[in-house]
């Protein structure tokens, strides 16, 4: 029996991107058995514009402001699908993608979710034709257990992921807490109980904007960092060498974190998150992380002004793992 698909949008005043969206669902080779938009409370008539596009070939679930995190789970909570199909607002989807990942699928009757590679694109074109690029060398199809790359980073855009309604359900689903890494959390409790799949066909295009939720970086790292910790302590399973790259992350994160509250003013709190930095990582960052924390409050504002730390925050950012052959998952 062919599976049901439940195609899930989330949507907040996205009246400027959210026709091209569900053209690009319903131009699909492979149609999917029902397209749910959750508005998370919209002010630019959003839901309107697509009851009136669209019809009855789209359900609007009219729901009050939020967030994405809160909206999603709503509608993944109502559809009728054995298989979840995420969805964001701004992006849009190749016309192959669901007939290509259905029949993926079918050849990989043990996997429980499925993303793909996408170009990365803005208003000014295609940016980079393949989103992965930046996180595997070389991209290539893998199969089984992709926890180990998960950890590193994540690489899964929303827009590309298929889940087993099963699965979904079993891992408890999304965590409507989580405003800013809902996503990244949902995958590693997918991929810590599941085998997974990457299709390296890129079949979506992944919009950046001024809007866009990932932009928000320091947010976005908090959240991070408390998956980090989890991993780290072993709350989704006792592998130590997944739990070892947690913690040199979660040491990067609190890093980053303690940068973005020196630049702040937040001397205290960025006082406490050196120290934590010092826990793991390069020995160069660990020892600059000490000897920040250890300095007196009124010398910290010119060590930020330094053109040497300057550079080497740049130079720890872009230390950034990319996953090669033999890691995380059978070709």
């Known amino acids: ?91 849009t989807w190749r016309p192959k993608k669901q007939e290509l990942q259905l029949a993926f699928l079918e050849r990989h009757p043990e996997v429980r979710w499925i993303s793909c590679d996408g170009a990365f694109v803005s208003a000014d074109g295609v940016i980079r034709e393949s989103w992965l690029s930046d996180y595997f060398e070389p991209v290539r199809e893998r199969v089984g257990d992709l926890l180990p790359p998960l950890v590193e980073r994540c690489f899964p855009l929303m827009s590309s992921m298929m889940v087993e309604r099963e699965a979904y359900a079993r891992v408890g689903g999304i965590n409507s807490e989580i405003i800013y890494s809902h996503d990244y959390d949902l995958w590693v409790r997918l991929a810590a109980r599941y085998p997974g799949a990457l299709m390296a066909e890129p079949l979506i295009e992944y919009f950046s904007h001024a809007g866009s939720l990932s932009r928000r970086i320091a947010e976005r790292a908090c959240d991070d960092l408390d998956l980090m910790r989890r991993i780290e302590r072993g709350d989704l399973g006792h592998r130590p060498e997944l739990q070892r790259v947690a913690a040199r992350r979660a040491a990067a994160l609190e890093f980053d974190l303690a940068i973005h509250a020196l630049r702040a003013n937040r001397l205290a709190e960025g006082r406490v998150r050196l120290r934590r930095t010092a826990a793991s990582g390069p020995w160069s960052r660990r020892l600059l992380a000490l000897a920040a924390a250890s300095l007196p409050a009124g010398a910290i504002p010119a060590l930020m002004r330094s053109a040497w730390v300057k550079r080497f925050v740049q130079s720890q950012r872009r230390r950034a793992p990319v996953v090669r052959p033999g890691q995380g998952g059978a070709a």
Do not use: K
Request: aromatic fraction near 6%; proline fraction near 4%; hydrophobic fraction near 40%.
């Open 1 to 91: 029996m062919s599976p049901r698909v439940s195609v899930v949008m989330t949507a907040y005043n996205a009246a400027w991107c959210v026709e091209r969206a569900l053209e690009s669902v319903c131009a699909q080779t492979r149609l999917p058995d029902e397209i749910l938009v959750c508005d998370d409370g919209s002010s630019d008539g959003t839901p309107d514009l697509i009851e009136r596009r669209f019809g009855e070939h789209v359900t609007v679930l009219r729901l009050p402001h939020r967030n994405a995190a809160a909206s999603r789970r709503v509608g993944l909570e109502r559809a009728s699908g054995n298989w979840l199909a995420f969805m964001d607002a701004d992006d």
